[in-house]
Every structure is written in C-alpha cells, then in structure tokens.
C-alpha cells in the first residue's frame, strides 16, 4: 500500500503513520528506503517532524517546506548514485556534502540541505527501519563571510526611489520590513486590532518560534498605515471589494510570500531598482538602528531575534569609523 501524499493539516498527516503498529510502520519505512520512493519518504519525515521535533504541529509552514524540498533532493541524490539509504557507506555523506559544494551551493545552504537529510534519517530511525546515522560526523565547512556582507541591506537612496513609486499598499508593506524590520510572514499575519497608529506601535502575535512582541512604528509606518486602513480597513473603500485568500480580519488579503513579492517587486521595478526579497529591508531596519542607539540588544528585540549574535553577525553593522567620536582626545 502507497501513502497517499499529505493533503491536510500536520496532525492528521502525523497519524497516517503513528496509527500504525510497530511492524508495519517498519515494513513501509524500510520499503520505501528500499525504492527510494521519495514521496514517502517525505511524509515519513514531515511526519517525524510533526510528532517529535521540537516545535511539533506548532512547526512553521516554511520549516516544513525546507525539509520536504532538502528530503526530496537528497533521495533524488541517492537514487542517482546508487547510495544505499538503508546502509550507507561511511562516506556517502561526506561525498554528498562535497558533491553540493562543488556545484556552487553556499556552505550556509547545504547546511539547511544537510539538517533535511538528517531528519529524513532520525524518522528512519523511529521507524525501526536502520540503525545508522551517516550525517553524524560529516562536516560542513563555516562560511566565515559576514551575512551583512554577503546579502547586504537595501540602500537608503534605493529604498527613497522605491517609495517614490510606490502606491499605498506597497509603501505600507514596505515600512513594515525596512522600519519596523518585520519579517514577510509577520507582516501577513497582521490583522487590524494588531495596528495602534496612534499608539505608534504595532503586536507582532506569530513572530519566529511562536513569540510575540511589540515593536515601535516609525513616524512614517504610522502615517501609511493610517492611510491604509483609510483604504483598506474596516468601512474603508477597498475592503470588501475583490477576493480575499485571509479572514476579513487580516490586514492584508493574501497570506502568500509570492503573492506579497509580486505586489512589492512592482514598485521596484518601477523605480529601476532591483528586488532582492524581503530580508535585505530587515537587515536596513538593522544597521540603521544599529548606527543610531548603538545597543545591539535594543535592535535584536526590535528585529524579534532570540540572540543577539544573530543581530551581530547578519543584520546589522556599525561604520567603519564608528569609534572616532569616541576616540577623539586621547
């Protein structure tokens, strides 16, 4: 019997195998190895993910996707290089490691690649399929390369000629990522009881890992969102009009990064200024706070990061000569 692939939400997918006794979930673990089926083995991972990863069915939709995406490349690997899921050689891992390095992927990449492979192995392993564990000690080597450096913020000229040409929807999409530093998905779970622009401030309820946190609008968030829900909200001209993919509640009517990319990719094409995703307008909510209140435990709560080293080494950076001020008399 085939699974079918997981066509509704984490915990029923989680039950299609944890239904199962013990035996039988082996006898398909171990069956699907062996073919290098890989849409099995992608529900078998998502589903190990679901039942005892640490964020469980709390786990984020785009986790999930990563895994899913990193799970079916590596069997695809495997099934193209005769790898033995069962019983690996002790150096397959380490050749798969090499073999994405040597194409030209990013050592931060084929980390994320590599984490997918090791689920895919730790369900194996709870499914009584095999015993081993091949990614234990292959290593990847530390890209040394400062995030700041290697995806840099948006500039403050381009984000000007953004704005510029920028209609409501997109100026106030845009103030979100590069002043309030809100991460796409945060953003599109706003709803309208989440903005207080008079308060000028804004909640954050589904921030990364489940936390939440209020963060500061800038004077000019505070006055496109005013303008927006003048437009957009509750009694507003647009809010009822067109179809939505979210609850009437929600701020925004889509709930898709792709969807938000077309909409703001517009207004950069428009102003000739190219679109690079949405985390170089965080990293500039970064670097220029950090420039300004010089605290970068003040900035890491702001950007919502569990760690400040995070803030440090990929999201923000002080000037070269930062310290002349400071140094001037001695």
Known sequence: MTLVPYQGDALAHTRTWTTLHDEELRRRAVKAAGEKDTATLVSLTLAYLTQKGGSGVLTSPRTVEAYALGTRQFVEYAAAN???????????????????????????????????????????????????????????????????????PYSEDDLQDVLEKANTHEKFLLFLIAHAGLRISEALALTWDDLDEQGRRLHVRSGKGRKARVVAMSTSLARAARQYRQQY??????????????????????????????????????????????????????????????????????????????????????????????????
């Open 82 to 152: 005769a790898v033995n899921l069962l019983r690996p050689g002790r150096h397959d891992a380490q050749h798969y490691i090499n073999h994405m390095l040597a194409a030209g992927r990013k050592p931060a990449g084929v980390q994320l690649k590599v984490a997918a492979a090791s689920c895919l192995y730790r369900a194996l392993r709870w499914a009584g399929a095999t015993d081993v564990d091949p990614f234990r000690d292959a290593s990847v080597p530390k890209d040394r390369t400062p995030g700041i450096v290697k995806r840099p």
């Open 233 to 330: 909200g509750p009694g507003g001209p647009h809010h009822l009009g067109g179809r939505r993919a979210t609850p009437p509640e929600h701020v925004f009517r889509y709930g898709s990064t792709f969807t938000a990319r077309y909409h703001l990719s517009k207004a950069f094409q428009a102003a000739g200024v190219t679109f690079r995703g949405f985390h170089p307008g965080r990293k500039y909510a970064g670097t220029r706070l950090i420039q300004q209140i010089k605290d970068f435990g003040r900035v890491a709560a702001h950007l919502g990061h569990e760690s400040v080293d995070t803030t440090r080494k990929g999201y923000a950076q002080l000037a070269a000569d930062d310290l002349k001020g400071d140094l001037a008399g001695w």
